[in-house]
């Protein structure tokens, strides 16, 4: 069984700020368990109570419906190099919209994207960190820029256009208001 502490502790807090991915879980009460790889330049620590990363434009929606519907959220990431170690903060989250007023406040950590969905702030309870000697060696190649391109392309208002018709309901069908927490008028 892993070690467990109430907060991330500075070595921990440098593992993290060195990892190329992450893995987000969240689940509500029924339905599918999501569990979302996450990369590029999207993670802060803000302290060691406190995780913020970005969401970008995305096939689904399903951590914003979750955290809507149960708050919980596991943040995990791997040592893919150099000594084993996996290292989870468990804690609760919310979701911060462009019509938030700490958005800019948040936003403002992370490179502009014109893809930048909500910030999410997870609120840490619980932090294990366990030996992971059975994670593969992998070596960093570099970011993908798929998004980045598809997202110019698409422009403000098709980044918004896609909001409405992919982004408003999860898999199970939960809502995600995020037409109404991103300030977007559904008949636009």
Same mark, same amino acid.
């Given at each position: 069984?892993?070690?467990?502490?109430?907060?991330?502790?500075?070595? +921990?807090?440098?593992?993290?700020?060195?990892?190329? =991915?992450?893995?987000?879980?969240? &689940?509500?009460?029924?339905?599918?368990?999501?569990? @979302? $790889?996450?990369?590029?330049? @999207?993670?802060?620590?803000?302290?060691?109570?406190?995780?913020?990363?970005?969401?970008?434009?995305?096939?689904?929606?399903?951590?914003?419906?979750?955290?809507?519907?149960?708050? *919980?959220?596991?943040?995990?990431?791997?040592?893919?190099?150099?000594?084993?170690?996996?290292?989870?903060?468990?804690? +609760?989250?919310?979701?911060?919209? *462009?019509?938030? $007023?700490?958005? %800019? =406040?948040? =936003?403002?950590?992370?490179?502009?994207? =014109?893809?930048?969905?909500?910030?999410? #702030?997870?609120?840490?309870?619980?932090?294990?960190?366990?030996?992971?000697? @059975?994670? $593969?060696?992998?070596?960093?190649?570099?970011?993908?820029?798929?998004?980045?391109?598809?997202? %110019? *392309?698409?422009?403000?208002?098709?980044?918004?256009?896609?909001?409405?018709?992919?982004?408003?309901?999860? #898999?199970?069908?939960?809502?995600?208001?995020? &037409?109404?927490?991103?300030?977007?008028?559904?008949?636009?």
């Amino acid at each position: 069984m892993g070690q467990t502490t109430k907060s991330l502790n500075d070595k +921990q807090i440098s593992f993290i700020e060195q990892q190329k =991915i992450y893995f987000v879980g969240t &689940a509500a009460d029924s339905g599918t368990v999501n569990v @979302s $790889p996450k990369g590029g330049d @999207s993670l802060r620590v803000i302290n060691n109570k406190t995780l913020a990363w970005l969401n970008l434009t995305g096939s689904g929606n399903e951590s914003a419906a979750h955290v809507m519907k149960d708050a *919980r959220m596991t943040v995990m990431w791997c040592a893919f190099e150099g000594a084993p170690l996996i290292l989870r903060a468990y804690g +609760q989250a919310r979701a911060l919209h *462009r019509n938030d $007023p700490e958005w %800019e =406040i948040y =936003i403002s950590l992370f490179p502009e994207s =014109i893809a930048s969905r909500q910030v999410f #702030l997870l609120d840490i309870d619980m932090v294990q960190a366990s030996c992971g000697m @059975s994670v $593969p060696f992998y070596s960093y190649e570099g970011d993908r820029e798929e998004l980045a391109k598809w997202s %110019e *392309r698409q422009g403000a208002e098709g980044i918004q256009k896609y909001w409405l018709k992919k982004n408003q309901v999860s #898999l199970d069908g939960f809502e995600t208001d995020i &037409a109404t927490k991103a300030g977007i008028s559904v008949d636009e």
